[in-house]
């Protein structure tokens, strides 16, 4: 065996192979692989630098676990990567070291970023049975003298150790997260170590809440014992220090000015001025998406995202925030995480963000009707909460993820974590109405109108505008064979497609062949014909974790069918009405003269259930899928 750009028998370090000769305990069959040591280094220089030291070692166990044998690392010019190693020993001894030589630098074309990078590493020796193991040391960013641990991992962990390396005049503040408390061991003056063993791994299982809501983490502040009573270590400092570090780059240029001046034209209503300058940030400045961790936490000057076009998430903020000022419109930073629950609010740290979005302050007067993403703040008053970076997504409305979260505003003086708002289910509607026809045969034919707003308005614009026109039937003939086994499309129209309004619409012409099963004299029918409103998410292995739900929704089906003449109802589905704190359900069959009506609606009030609620939901599920089932029953002549 031999591998292009390594060395074979190389110096493997004694940590790995100690790691490596540990016996192992007895893992279910389906373990991919094991972490044997994950290891993190923090050292404090006395001049406040800051540097990690990371090691890991695996054994993989089956070829899932051969996936663990890529390394990325991210930095910039602030993330430095002063070294990096890699070793692998196979099942039948063959040693291999790869270094940071070795590895592919990747990063963005974008002028904007070119100090934002990764390196990709291949370990060699990545097959089953094999150990494989890296250490890598990087600069920490200078003003955040804190870091996050995560402890557990996919995958079982036996042994898992944080040291924390201070000079004599600082001191910390660690807390846990997930689990209990572990004390720490002295290992030498203003050296601790944090040592655990046999740590479980989380099983992944679907509409899970994000993996840092639900696994062990330990959290570290560290700091001069002489800046322990200025407040650090709060929300409002760290929103005063990203106030008076980021603000500076709101400031506009003449370019920007006279762009503001044409865009809002004679305009006197706020809301239309507000309108006109969130869309072209949103539609005319292109996104780059780079996380602010990895693309740092500042954002670029306003004046050179609008003289390139482009930005990411707080670049994007700033130059709306910056326009916004020049109509006289305040607005503020809001920094939040797109993983809900995501953020630790008893840890102040801007280790918790990876985004950016804007609170405008509505002026006297303004009237955001229909919009649902207004905060009332008590000294700001009205806060219009709005994502610039999601070309899809209309003003007064949050991406699903942004919702029922938690970010930090800030002020010009002060932050503070505020609570995003979940949009109630009316805010995300799927209406379907439908005129059809049932012919002697059992097909089924007519047209079904669809009116989409939320999530799968955006969805399916996105979907359709990415597309050439001439493809939009396939897409659509894809979605209404999802909703209707064997449905053919003879004709579509798309209504509010190019619109940046919250809803679009969609007429569906089809034609069922057999829809209707004939046995001896007997028709039958499904009178629920669109898609399903149930799910199997519950089904199989009994569940550990909460169940979470993208967003709340309201959903309608009212079908009109045609029977054929001569053709009497010999039986009705039962009526069905289930209530629960979480969602409810509803579907009715009548029938009039020979017009058979059908209506349903399905409406998720909550996107958190905890663990107590599962059985509801299963119980809920299992209703529906057999309402979902029933038939009408025709006789024929």
């Known amino acids: 065996m031999a591998f292009a750009g390594v060395t074979a028998l190389a110096g493997t370090p004694d940590w790995l192979r100690d790691a490596a000769r540990a016996p192992l305990p007895n893992y279910p069959g389906d373990t991919d692989a094991v972490v044997l040591l994950t290891e993190r280094v923090v050292t404090v220089s006395s001049n406040g630098e800051v540097r990690s030291t990371y090691r890991k070692v695996i054994r993989i166990l089956r070829p899932g676990g051969r996936e663990n044998g890529t390394l990325s690392v991210y930095f910039d010019s602030q993330t430095e990567v002063t070294s990096l190693k890699a070793w692998g020993i196979t099942a039948n001894g063959e040693e291999f070291e790869v270094k940071k030589g070795d590895a592919v630098t990747a990063g963005y074309s974008e002028e904007l970023y070119l100090d934002t990078r990764y390196l990709v590493l291949r370990i060699?020796?990545?097959?089953?049975?094999?150990?494989?193991?890296?250490?890598?040391?990087?600069?920490?960013?200078?003003?955040?003298?804190?870091?996050?641990?995560?402890?557990?991992?996919?995958?079982?962990?036996?042994?898992?150790?944080?040291?924390?390396?201070?000079?004599?005049?600082?001191?910390?503040?660690?807390?846990?997260?997930?689990?209990?408390?572990?004390?720490?061991?002295?290992?030498?003056?203003?050296?601790?170590?944090?040592?655990?063993?046999?740590?479980?791994?989380?099983?992944?299982?679907?509409?899970?809440?994000?993996?840092?809501?639900?696994?062990?983490?330990?959290?570290?502040?560290?700091?001069?014992?002489?800046?322990?009573?200025?407040?650090?270590?709060?929300?409002?400092?760290?929103?005063?220090?990203?106030?008076?570090?980021?603000?500076?780059?709101?400031?506009?240029?003449?370019?920007?000015?006279?762009?503001?001046h044409g865009l809002i034209g004679d305009a006197t209503d706020p809301m239309e001025k507000i309108g006109r300058l969130a869309s072209y940030v949103q539609h005319v400045i292109r996104y780059v998406a780079i996380e602010i961790g990895i693309g740092g936490y500042l954002p670029h000057a306003a004046g050179e995202v609008f003289a390139g076009g482009y930005g990411d998430c707080k670049d994007k903020a700033t130059l709306l925030s910056a326009m916004l000022h020049e109509a006289g419109i305040d607005s503020y930073y809001v920094l939040i995480n797109s993983k809900r629950d995501y953020l630790a609010p008893d840890f102040p740290s801007m280790l918790g963000f990876d985004h950016v979005i804007l609170a405008i302050r509505l002026p006297e007067g303004a009237s955001p009707q229909g919009m649902s993403t207004i905060l009332r703040h008590q000294k700001l008053g009205r806060l219009l909460l709005f994502d610039p970076t999601d070309s899809s997504t209309p003003l007064g409305y949050l991406p699903p993820s942004l919702q029922a979260s938690q970010g930090l505003l800030v002020t010009d003086s002060e932050g503070e974590i505020i609570s995003t708002p979940l949009l109630p289910p009316s805010a995300n509607r799927l209406l379907r109405t439908a005129s059809l026809t049932l012919a002697e045969n059992g097909t089924l034919k007519g047209t079904l109108e669809e009116i989409r707003s939320g999530p799968l308005a955006i969805e399916l614009r996105e979907r359709l505008l990415n597309l050439p026109a001439k493809q939009?039937?396939?897409?659509?003939?894809?979605?209404?064979?999802?909703?209707?086994?064997?449905?053919?499309?003879?004709?579509?129209?798309?209504?509010?497609?190019?619109?940046?309004?919250?809803?679009?619409?969609?007429?569906?012409?089809?034609?069922?062949?057999?829809?209707?099963?004939?046995?001896?004299?007997?028709?039958?029918?499904?009178?629920?014909?669109?898609?399903?409103?149930?799910?199997?998410?519950?089904?199989?292995?009994?569940?550990?974790?909460?169940?979470?739900?993208?967003?709340?929704?309201?959903?309608?089906?009212?079908?009109?069918i045609s029977l054929p003449p001569g053709y009497p109802i010999d039986e009705l589905p039962k009526s069905a009405n289930y209530a629960y704190p979480f969602a409810t359900y509803k579907s009715e069959t009548t029938v009039s003269g020979a017009q058979l009506q059908y209506s349903r609606t399905f409406e998720l009030k909550d996107v958190r259930l905890p663990s107590q609620n599962l059985d509801g939901l299963k119980k809920l599920y299992a209703d529906i899928a057999e309402d979902e089932r029933s038939v009408v029953v025709l006789r024929a002549p």
Not at 138 to 155: H, N, S
Not at 182 to 189: D, F, L, N, R, S
Not at 218 to 228: A, N
Not at 514 to 529: D, E, P, V
Request: hydrophobic fraction near 40%.
């Open 472 to 560: 939009y039937q396939t897409v659509l003939q894809s979605i209404l064979t999802e909703l209707i086994d064997g449905a053919v499309l003879t004709g579509a129209r798309v209504s509010n497609l190019h619109d940046s309004g919250p809803a679009i619409s969609v007429s569906y012409d089809f034609t069922v062949p057999a829809y209707a099963q004939q046995i001896g004299k007997l028709f039958l029918l499904r009178s629920c014909l669109l898609g399903h409103k149930g799910s199997a998410v519950l089904e199989g292995k009994p569940r550990k974790q909460p169940l979470v739900f993208d967003n709340t929704t309201s959903e309608t089906d009212m079908l009109n």
């Open 124 to 260: 060699p020796g990545a097959q089953v049975g094999s150990v494989i193991g890296y250490e890598y040391q990087q600069l920490e960013r200078p003003f955040v003298l804190q870091a996050i641990w995560g402890v557990q991992d996919e995958i079982p962990v036996r042994h898992a150790r944080f040291t924390l390396e201070l000079p004599s005049s600082w001191t910390y503040a660690a807390s846990w997260r997930n689990r209990e408390e572990v004390k720490p061991q002295a290992t030498a003056e203003n050296h601790w170590m944090w040592d655990l063993s046999d740590i479980e791994p989380i099983r992944l299982e679907p509409h899970m809440p994000t993996w840092r809501a639900v696994a062990a983490q330990f959290q570290v502040s560290f700091l001069p014992k002489d800046q322990l009573n200025q407040n650090n270590g709060s929300w409002a400092q760290i929103g005063r220090w990203y106030a008076q570090t980021a603000n500076s780059r709101r400031e506009s240029t003449p370019p920007i000015r006279d762009k503001v």
